[in-house]
């Protein structure tokens, strides 16, 4: 489907009156850029408050403020698409490069349903046209993995800011605190104030207290709680292995499984492998036993290389598979002397030192604070509508982004869900 530009397509706008004048307008080169005092001379704006400028609230304000008619006002303590600075390790991963929605949604452990009736309205590949017009280039990685073409978050933040720098958008630096209905407007209190708006959207992420904002008006919330985080183990011997890596490990947790790199941690693991089984058991109670095969070799492969290998030392035959001092610590927790040769290995020790490398049990007792990435759980997905994000509770209410219950692995997931929602809400505002 051919990308719709927000601004490009006069007849997403409201009325014909709006369209008459915009068009009118235009043509003198009067407001294209949301010129608000053009904009004023109109009756009938919308007042909208757009409640969190991260990366779903902030795309909602860009795509609103091409229209002159409406008058956006964005709350966020924070300067808008701060959040967007660390993604991607400073590179910004905006999305993922698979056509197939089906196959897309299958990357999310919660909202996939809901998803595929909002990326069938707008996917990835428009999502990249729309950046595009925004001034943003994207490339694909090997990996599928989208970002800008200046591999920079803080240009691509840069960039996305400008469009905000219009007379139709005002920045309120202050959080909000409270919201409520009255007479069909919804009223928002922050420390210093208290305003009136007629559209209200809610974009406030994942770890603050947007959930509250939602309770009070009425919304269900599913239970929030840490996903794509780092997991604490309980092996304290393990701690010592901080700084090491193993590529291409399988990780299994009851019933599900993950495959990617894990690194030790000090008192913890993580890595993308660790990420995605954090995502998909995130709901699962602690404590938990975790088994990771570290080693790509089988247990028979493993066992068939000993046997070539009768007069290697126990500890230089296993290194092949694992690095030395992985090894060092399993002989030393196990007192197994590494210094004989593996034909002389009892079948107990031979069995303990396999079964590190191709089913390592690791006990897992918590999830590390504020290391996760997203949040799962968050605004009941049955009290949305996917074709517009609006709420189903109350009419001129949304919610975009994070604050969903919506997360996704790594890769540009999560930032998808963002930039499709923010697009739909724009465009049914518009
Ligand atoms: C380190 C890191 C790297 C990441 N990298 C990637 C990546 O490369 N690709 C990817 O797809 N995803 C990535 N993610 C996830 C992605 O950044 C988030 O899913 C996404 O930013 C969520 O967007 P959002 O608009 O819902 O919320 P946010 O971007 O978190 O924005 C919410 C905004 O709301 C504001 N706010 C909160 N409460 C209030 C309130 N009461 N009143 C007013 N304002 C409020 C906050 O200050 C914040 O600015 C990463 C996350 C982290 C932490």
């Known amino acids: 489907m051919e990308q719709e530009s927000i601004y490009k397509s006069p007849r997403k706008f409201r009325n014909k009156k709006y369209l008459q004048n915009f068009e009118a307008a235009a043509l003198k080169g009067e407001h294209l850029n949301g010129d608000y005092e053009a904009a004023a001379k109109f009756d ?72 595929l009736s909002v990326f069938s309205r707008f996917s990835q590949s428009q999502t990249r046209k729309l950046f595009e017009d925004l001034g943003i ?105 901080s700084g090491l890596t193993f590529k291409n490990v399988e990780a299994k947790v009851n019933k599900y499984s993950a495959e990617g790199d894990i690194l030790f941690a000090h008192k913890f693991i993580t890595g993308p492998c660790i990420f995605k089984i954090s995502s998909l058991c995130a709901y699962d109670d602690l404590p938990f036993e975790i088994t990771l095969k570290l080693t790509k070799e089988s247990r028979e492969e493993i066992e068939e290389y000993l046997k070539n290998n009768p007069v290697k030392t126990i500890k230089k035959a296993f290194s092949r598979f694992a690095p030395e001092a992985f090894i060092s610590e399993i002989l030393k927790i196990n007192s197994i002397e590494g210094t004989k040769q593996t034909a002389q290995i009892k079948k107990a020790e031979k069995e303990i030192l396999i079964n590190s490398l191709t089913a390592l049990k690791l ?63 724009a465009k049914n505002i518009n």
Not at 54 to 78: C, H, M, Q, R, T
Not at 385 to 412: A, C, P, Q, R, V
């Open 44 to 115: 009938s704006e919308l007042n909208i408050a757009v409640i969190g400028l991260g990366a779903s609230g902030g795309l909602a304000s860009v795509l609103l403020v091409k229209n002159p008619y409406n008058k956006i006002f964005g709350f966020d303590e924070k300067p808008p698409f701060s959040t967007l600075l660390p993604t991607g390790g400073g590179r910004c991963n905006l999305t993922y490069a698979e056509d197939d929605v089906k196959e897309f949604v299958k990357n999310y452990p919660r909202g996939n349903k809901f998803l």
């Open 137 to 241: 280039k994207t490339y694909v990685q090997k990996d599928k993995r989208v970002f800008p073409s200046s591999d920079s978050s803080k240009k691509t933040v840069e960039i996305l800011r400008k469009h905000l720098g219009c007379q139709n958008f005002k920045y309120i630096k202050e959080n909000v605190i409270k919201i409520e209905k009255l007479n069909g407007k919804f009223i928002l209190h922050t420390k210093k104030s208290k305003y009136e708006f007629d559209v209200v959207i809610i974009a406030s992420g994942g770890k603050n207290d947007g959930f509250e904002l939602a309770k009070q008006l009425g919304h269900n919330i599913i239970k929030p709680v840490p996903s794509l985080c780092a997991l604490d183990i309980e092996e304290k011997n393990f701690y010592k292995l």
């Open 363 to 425: 006990h897992v007792k918590g999830r590390i604070k504020d290391s996760e990435i997203v949040t799962a759980g968050g605004v009941d997905l049955n009290e949305i509508n996917s074709k517009t994000m609006e709420s189903k509770l109350h009419n001129n209410l949304y919610f975009i982004g994070e604050i969903l219950n919506i997360d996704g692995f790594t890769g540009g997931f999560n930032l998808q869900n963002c930039w499709s929602g923010a697009y739909l809400c």
